[in-house]
């Protein structure tokens, strides 16, 4: 950055096990979003393994690691990243298109996700008709509708008031639990960060604190640098 190396993340170990439900939190600068983005394969480690689904992400070209995006691994960002001017369905259906899904079947699987998330009455809304934490659910659906093992939250509840968050968590644990998605949550806050039974904190690019035994579906061991 600037000619100056960051090491964002530096020695890191970790895997995230089949349907398990984990927080990631640490101060501004710990390491936390690019530990995210590496999971997510929208990075490559600078050294060391990147394992996601089994698959070393290294020995992947950017189509390859599109395609491990698209079939494991679901996202729910902050801004809840809707289209303006497109229906909840056509929102959630999104994703399919890429996959090339045939329209009747992307229709009635983003039906089908949007049911999931307690939104069967909004399948024509758009997102200025729809509150924050229904946006919210609008985005998870999004990110359950390619049934993946994996899904990614970067401050899930960051701009919803406390109804909603909780609303919105509650959503993500129910999913967690009868579908046996994994979910990891990056968050800030204390009290979101205290709900899943497993807690990873970050400082200064290292894991802090952390505790995990099993087969892992995604994980890293090595460094990240940005220059």
């Given at each position: 950055?600037?000619?100056a190396e960051v090491r964002a993340?530096?020695?890191?170990?970790?895997?995230i096990r089949e349907g398990e439900y984990v927080a990631?939190?640490?101060p501004s600068g710990s390491g936390k979003s690019t530990l995210m983005h590496l999971l997510g394969a929208l990075d490559r480690p600078s050294s060391g393994r990147l394992l996601v689904g089994g698959r070393d992400t290294a020995k992947l070209d950017d189509a390859g690691l599109a395609r491990v995006r698209g079939s494991e691994i679901g996202f729910v960002f902050q801004s809840f990243q809707l289209l303006a001017r497109t229906t909840a369905r056509d929102n959630v259906a999104l994703p399919l298109v890429y996959r090339g899904v045939g329209r009747a079947e992307r229709r009635a699987r983003a039906q089908e996700a949007l049911e999931a998330v307690g939104l069967a009455h909004r399948l024509t809304h758009r997102p200025?008709?729809?509150s924050g934490g229904e946006q919210q659910r609008v985005a998870i659906a999004r990110a359950l509708v390619g049934r993946p093992r994996l899904v990614l939250a970067d401050e899930p509840t960051g701009n919803l008031d406390t109804a909603n968050g909780r609303e919105v968590l509650a959503t993500l644990e129910r999913l967690n639990r009868e579908r046996g998605v994994a979910v990891v949550i990056v968050t800030h806050d204390a009290e979101v960060a205290a709900r899943p039974p497993r807690l990873i904190r970050m400082r200064d690019g290292l894991i802090v604190a952390d505790g995990a035994d099993g087969p892992d579906i995604a994980g890293s061991a090595g460094s990240a640098v940005s220059r």
């Open positions: 950055m600037d000619g993340l530096r020695g890191v170990s970790l895997g990631i939190t640490g200025t008709q729809l």
